[in-house]
């Protein structure tokens, strides 16, 4: 998910994690401690400093170690530590214990959506993702916005008619709007859940110009729950077709476009780093080849973020009549290809 997500997600948690003036521990009432969460709530994204080696760099590191469930105790420590040193306050077991919530808060964000996560490594390098959530949900935005500002809200309208109930409720209505918002996107997060079984039940019930896919993937639409870019991957080609699911579904809707065929410009390409690289990265692939002045464009492109025609995801590589790579690269958007 995105980084606004996982800030608010992290103060809910911090929010939930509140007690009232009069409980004995009170360690978790530090005013620090949202600062924390927050901030662990990021932290597996620390990886994006692989950015700085490049395109190939940030897709090979990027939600890779510092995203698995091996490695987040350890990214657990760094929140508690930037705050030490920050403000010099005592670090507690408490306090671990609530940062190690917040990067596991991240991780579990990260797995609903399509890009994914290597949950597993060092031991699997299987990308996990449940393709239920975009990289960036408005609703999410809205219900987690909605939580931050209803407190504040509260105390201004306790502020007008002067309520002693509102003005020493302490942590109260913070405390209770953050487990409404977190039991809310935890329902949210179920329906999409549901949602995608449902698409791909629709899905796997028709078959795709005539044929039976060998796999199929439902993508969400960044707005409505209820919208799908399904993808049937079938010998020799792909069908992309949307869906809606308050809908009928007609298969016949999509969009066919055939694989390239094996061929001597391809093998050259995928030996490339940029292709190997993109390759371990990509879900699903789509291989194609174009004429070109200067051999054969070969593209990877990987469907979950484009389709054949309008890829947002590829590596490219540029191969001549002799079979020799001229070029090689990957990244998001459409690649430009270069002169001679």
Request: with cysteine; proline share 6%; glycine share 6%.
């Amino acid at each position: 998910m995105d980084n606004v997500t996982h800030t608010l997600v992290g103060l809910m948690l911090a929010r939930a994690s509140m007690r009232g003036k009069s409980a004995r521990d009170v360690s978790f009432d530090r005013p620090h401690t949202a600062g924390m969460m927050m901030i662990a709530a990021n932290i597996p994204d620390i990886d994006v400093v692989s950015m700085f080696g490049g395109s190939l760099t940030y897709i090979e590191y990027h939600r890779s170690y510092a995203h698995s469930l091996a490695f987040a105790p350890l990214m657990a420590l760094i929140a508690p530590l930037i705050i030490l040193a920050i403000f010099r306050t005592r670090i507690t077991l408490g306090a671990y214990a609530l940062s190690l919530v917040g990067v596991l808060s991240h991780l579990l964000l990260d797995w609903t959506n399509v890009y994914g996560i290597h949950l597993f490594l060092p031991f699997s390098s299987r990308i996990s993702r449940l393709d239920i959530t975009d990289v960036v949900d408005p609703w999410i935005w809205l219900l987690l916005i909605t939580a931050v500002a209803a407190p504040a809200l509260s105390r201004l309208v306790g502020t007008e008619i002067k309520s002693r109930s509102f003005s020493e409720a302490g942590p109260g209505p913070k405390r209770g709007w953050a487990w409404f918002a977190l039991a809310i996107l935890q329902a949210y997060e179920g329906t999409r859940y549901a949602a995608h079984d449902r698409a791909l039940a629709v899905m796997g019930a028709r078959l795709f110009n005539n044929a039976v896919p060998r796999r199929l993937t439902a993508v969400p639409a960044r707005f409505n729950p209820l919208r799908w870019r399904g993808i049937a991957e079938c010998e020799g080609f792909v069908d992309i077709v949307p869906m809606n699911l308050t809908e009928a579904f007609d298969p016949a809707a999509g969009q066919i476009d055939y694989y390239a065929s094996p061929s001597p410009a391809i093998d050259a390409a995928r030996a490339t780093r940029a292709f190997q690289v993109f390759g371990r990265f990509s879900q699903i692939q789509f291989w194609k080849t174009t004429p070109v002045p200067q051999g054969t464009l070969v593209e990877l492109i990987d469907l979950r973020f484009g389709t054949p025609r309008d890829p947002t995801f590829e590596a490219t590589a540029i191969v001549n009549a002799s079979n020799r790579v001229i070029e090689s690269q990957a990244g998001f958007g459409r690649i430009p290809v270069r002169g001679p």
